[in-house]
């Protein structure tokens, strides 16, 4: 199978999903081509993931089609984007049919989910890698970033944290529990809430997405804004799996441990008041923004060895 026959059987049918209004033109040209609205901004982000550093060798495909596009398009829920498309750069060390037809299974499933459309690629041949880069829209100068967080508004996260650090412990369980499973699938089926982020702008001061682990992101947000913070450990949501598997330790991976891909949003009082009672019911306060600088944990725990991974040493 050559490289054309290989991107028409298997990608080529990611495209059908393209919002013909923003995506004028999808794969097959030497450019795609996006429209953007002229009271909108563009929005980009690319993502790689390589085997053995950010997936296990021998990954099912389908989860890793799945993930690395919710990977991706968790850094547009972090910005409040609407979702228009990607691209996607795939080196494979063979042209392995099975393992290209459930990778492509994987992505279209989270490419309608996120309506994401496949706009374009390249395809070569070496060590398994894959780049995707996401293209979002948000209106004209709304997009939600890191540098807003004022003193006084609350830090909030969009749902439970620690469920995909845990499962690094069980990804080769072969008959995993119900709350290993649970747990697993917070890591394999990752879900950025993009919807909730669009309901933000406006209203968040300030967002970042929870990929290294809440101190370490947390901490992103507070010396891109210039403040501190202090937050309390025991408000964090953890998951009945998470607490049942992990028991003491689950606080630490909630702070700690990556891969959840839910929001850490910074928001003042009155914003949170005027936001539809459904959507701040799925953000749960942790803590509040002060001056100065440095992250503070309520309840007496060290920040010790508590930090977020970073590909070249350790952070925060
Ligand atoms: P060029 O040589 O002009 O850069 P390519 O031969 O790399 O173009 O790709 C030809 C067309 O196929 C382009 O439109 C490109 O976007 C698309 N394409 C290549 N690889 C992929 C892929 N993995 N997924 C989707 N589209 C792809
Ligand atoms: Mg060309």
């Given at each position: 199978m050559g490289e054309f026959e290989l991107i028409r059987r298997f990608f080529q049918p990611l495209s059908v999903m393209a919002s013909r209004e923003q995506l004028i033109l999808g794969p097959g040209d030497d450019c795609a081509i996006q429209r953007v609205p002229a009271d909108r901004d563009l929005v980009f982000s690319v993502d790689t993931l390589v085997e053995g550093a950010h997936?296990?060798?021998d990954y099912p495909a389908f989860n890793l089609g799945w993930r690395s596009l919710a990977v991706a398009a968790s850094d547009l829920?972090?910005?409040?984007?609407?979702?228009?498309?990607?691209?996607?750069?795939?080196?494979l060390p063979a042209a392995d049919e099975r393992w290209l037809s459930e990778v492509a299974r994987g992505l279209a499933r989270a490419s309608e989910t996120f309506r994401l459309s496949l706009a374009g690629g390249d395809t070569t041949r070496g060590p398994l890698t894959l780049s995707l880069q996401v293209h979002g829209t948000v209106p004209a100068g709304g997009a939600l970033r890191r540098s807003g967080a004022r003193v006084g508004d609350r830090i909030c996260v969009?749902?439970?944290?620690g469920n995909a650090g845990a499962a690094l412990d069980f990804l080769g369980v072969t008959e995993p529990s119900q709350a290993q499973k649970a747990v697993l699938a917070s890591y394999h089926f990752p879900r950025p809430p993009i919807e909730?982020?669009?309901?933000?702008?406006?209203a968040a001061s300030a967002a970042i997405d929870i990929s290294d682990g809440l101190l370490a992101d947390l901490n992103h947000i507070l010396s891109a804004s210039g403040v501190g913070a202090s937050i309390d450990p025991g408000c964090i949501p953890l998951s009945k799996a998470l607490v049942e598997l992990t028991g003491d330790r689950a606080?630490?991976?909630?702070?700690?441990a990556g891969d959840d891909y839910e929001l850490c949003v910074c928001i003042n009082d009155e914003a949170l008041m005027s936001l539809p009672e459904a959507v701040r019911s799925q953000l749960t306060t942790i803590g509040r923004v002060e001056a100065g600088s440095g992250l503070r944990l309520e309840g007496g725990r060290s920040l010790s060895g508590a930090s977020g991974y970073d590909h070249f040493g350790r952070s925060v």
């Open positions: 997936f296990p060798h829920a972090a910005m409040g984007a609407s979702p228009v498309c990607f691209t996607l750069a795939l080196t969009t749902g439970p944290l909730l982020a669009q309901a933000l702008i406006g606080v630490e991976l909630a702070l700690s």
